[in-house]
């Protein structure tokens, strides 16, 4: 069985751009979560899908954080435009049963 | 508003030391409490889950205790090995979140051969 994939593993951008990053869950997990660690802090939770629909947003740090989950299968985070705080490693997760999450190895984005 | 901690924030012991991790948090209504290793610019490997109910749980040589009530969790690691170096993460899921982690920010480990 294939595990959470992320993509791209690595993205360097200037600030003012826009990058899209994409999560691919575990084929039937209805619920996905993205998690974001920044430097010298702790991995936190920025919101959860359950298939296509936002169950929990309260992590997002500010509106040019767009995440979306087409038909419930892969999701995509959207940083428009991108500051140099946004640099860090962007984790996703997918579990069937809330509980047991499987986590993505991340992508690390890192904004000049 | 839960806060996780983990303490120390970096360790190193020579090979064959146990190790002793300490993660503790600040509301005791949880729903379970997991423990994961991370790699250097891997994902995030879970090691030991403990529900609310149990006190702790076993994998070889990684042992988890629980202590709900005084809110804390500890990790020890029998027998350290080098392939033990990696970053120790503690987190929490609330019971009414959802099943959203929070998590401290981390043990750094280094066992010296």
């Given at each position: ?9 690595h993205?360097?951008?200037e600030?003012?751009q826009t ?11 209805d619920?996905?979560y993205?998690y ?6 702790e ?24 995440a979306e989950?087409?038909?419930g ?10 500051e140099?705080?946004?640099s860090g490693v962007y ?22 | 508003k ?22 503790s948090f600040?509301d005791?209504a949880?729903?379970?409490l997991?423990?994961f290793?991370?790699d250097?610019?891997k994902g ?5 889950l403990?529900q609310?109910?149990?006190r702790?749980?076993t994998s070889g040589?990684?042992n988890?205790?629980?202590d709900?009530?005084?809110?804390r ?7 350290s090995q080098?392939g033990?170096?990696?970053?120790y ?5 609330a ?7 929070q998590?401290?920010a ?5 066992v010296?051969?």
């Amino acid at each position: 069985e294939a595990g959470v994939t992320q993509f791209p593993s690595h993205s360097v951008i200037e600030k003012g751009q826009t990058v899209t990053l994409r999560c691919d869950p575990i084929s039937g997990h209805d619920n996905l979560y993205w998690y974001r660690r920044v430097m010298g802090k702790e991995i936190k939770f920025l919101l959860h899908f359950v298939k296509e629909s936002k169950q929990d947003e309260s992590g997002m740090p500010n509106n040019r954080f767009l995440a979306e989950r087409t038909g419930g299968t892969y999701s995509t985070l959207k940083v428009q435009p991108a500051e140099l705080e946004d640099s860090g490693v962007y984790f996703c997760a997918s579990s069937q049963d809330l509980y047991t999450q499987y986590f993505g190895p991340g992508t690390r984005l890192t904004v000049l | 508003k839960q806060e996780v901690t983990q303490i120390p924030a970096a360790l190193s012991v020579p090979e064959g030391e146990n190790l002793v991790l300490n993660c503790s948090f600040t509301d005791s209504a949880i729903y379970n409490l997991q423990w994961f290793r991370q790699d250097p610019g891997k994902g995030l490997t879970s090691l030991l889950l403990i529900q609310s109910s149990q006190r702790e749980q076993t994998s070889g040589r990684l042992n988890a205790s629980l202590d709900k009530s005084s809110g804390r969790s500890t990790l020890y690691i029998a027998a350290s090995q080098p392939g033990d170096s990696a970053t120790y993460l503690c987190a929490v899921v609330a019971t009414d979140s959802w099943g959203k982690f929070q998590f401290g920010a981390g043990t750094q480990v280094v066992v010296t051969p």
